[in-house]
């Protein structure tokens, strides 16, 4: 038996024998609480006497994503026949079916479910569990980066973008900027509201992720207008109107910058090194000795040759490691760059690829089925379903962040797949009056704390 082995079960061991608590409102039940009670508060769009409520409709599909089910279909055909499970857990009432869901979704406007996000956040503030994910100065990194959620060469919806391909066919397809709050020490990251990018109502020009990342820093500074936050993006943002936009929400940037998309930028370092204004330094990594970190770095050069009153600095770096891999990365941010700090802004800007790692394949390969079309519909079903993934995927980041009784479950199980299963397992063997019953069930598997239905 292996050293990890033989701690994974005096790990265990402890868990077990432990008297576990849970935080007050830090948990699966109280985040499902809140949001039927925000779900509760969304205009139904439909007739006063509809027999199923919008609410019951919205927590439904939210216990879709948070049970991982496939489809529209196996979900409704596990728990229909026995939904008791489905009301003490989530607290629906009225279970619809596939089309039902589909039909009474489509008429949401995905703008109502940005309450529930904030919801969630506000309670990791309040419960000072945010503080986990502080970078430098009581800063946080906010990770920005866009993602395909459809793409289709025949079926399509009024909010479908059209590209023609190579072949000459025409493609119509959906994406989503993703927003991401995470830290370079921690697997966790918290999900923000995304922004749709779609076609927008009344225009008649394609939408992009320039266009949605412009209104997403404008939701975002009205919703967080005191949050500090540092944005970490890839090489497409590195654009003076972006900067502009970051600038103007007060929004500091870590922003990768690639030699050949900034010609004049990297011209400008070599200058600075001609004339002894760059910075040039090696230094061991703190905690893997046989990596060796090297950077340049140069503070107020142009951004490129149009916009030479745009001033950043320019960070290059390069990692080699003890088998001579060496790996290049580079950036420009409006922080200044010091020796004290560089290694800090590194870590930040190689960060960035938590919202690809950690959030989209997460979300594309761990149960989530990002991708998946569980429904494009005629107005907003895609947007609605992907917002309410998003929640799913929010609650299990924060239960994973926070919450005791996850982290114990978690632990007791192979992998995360592994968990979700034995979650959807309790979930269909037994009358399961909340999560934190399923949770005590899975960690301890000789006594189910919850009556048997069968």
Known sequence: ???????????????????????????????????????EKIPDHRAKNASIPLSDALMSGFAMFSLKAPSLLAFEERWREDPVSLHGVYGVVNIPCDSQMRTICDEVDPKFLRKSFRSIFRQLQRGKALEQMTWRDDHYLLALDGTGIYSSEKVSSPYCLKKTKRNGRE???????????????RREVIPLCPEMIVQQDGTTK??????????????????????KCVVIEDGIS????????????????????????HAFLFEQMDLAEECGEAVELSKS???KKDILHTYRFVNGVPLNKSNQDVLVNLLEYWQVDGKG??????????????KENVYDIMRAGRARWRIENETFNTLKNQGYNL???????????????????????????????????????????????????????KFNQFICPSMEAILRAVIDKKKIPIPSSR
């Open 238 to 261: 590195s654009n003076a109107p972006h900067i502009a936009d970051l600038r103007e929400y007060g929004l500091p940037f870590i922003l990768g910058a690639k030699p050949g998309d």
């Open 171 to 185: 493609e119509y397809y959906q994406q989503m900027l993703g927003a991401a709050i995470v830290h370079p020490d």
């Open 371 to 425: 991708g998946h079309n569980y429904g494009l519909g005629k107005k907003h079903l895609s947007s609605v379903f992907v917002h309410l993934m998003m929640l799913a995927f929010l609650v299990d980041q924060v239960q994973q962040l926070c919450c005791p009784l996850f982290q114990a479950a978690r632990m007791s199980c192979r992998c995360q797949m592994s968990l979700w299963e034995k979650i959807r397992s």
């Open 1 to 39: 038996m292996t050293s990890k082995s033989i701690l994974r079960k005096k790990l265990l061991a402890k868990i077990h024998n432990e008297n576990i608590k849970l935080r007050k409102h830090l948990n699966f039940d109280a985040f499902a609480k809140t949001l039927r009670q925000d779900f």
């Open 206 to 227: 394609q939408d992009c992720e320039r266009k949605a990342a412009k209104r997403f820093l404008a939701e975002f500074r009205r919703e967080h207008p005191h949050l």
């Open 285 to 287: 990594d703190p905690i």
């Open 325 to 338: 891999k060496l790996i290049r990365f580079s950036w420009v941010t409006d922080l200044e760059i010091t």
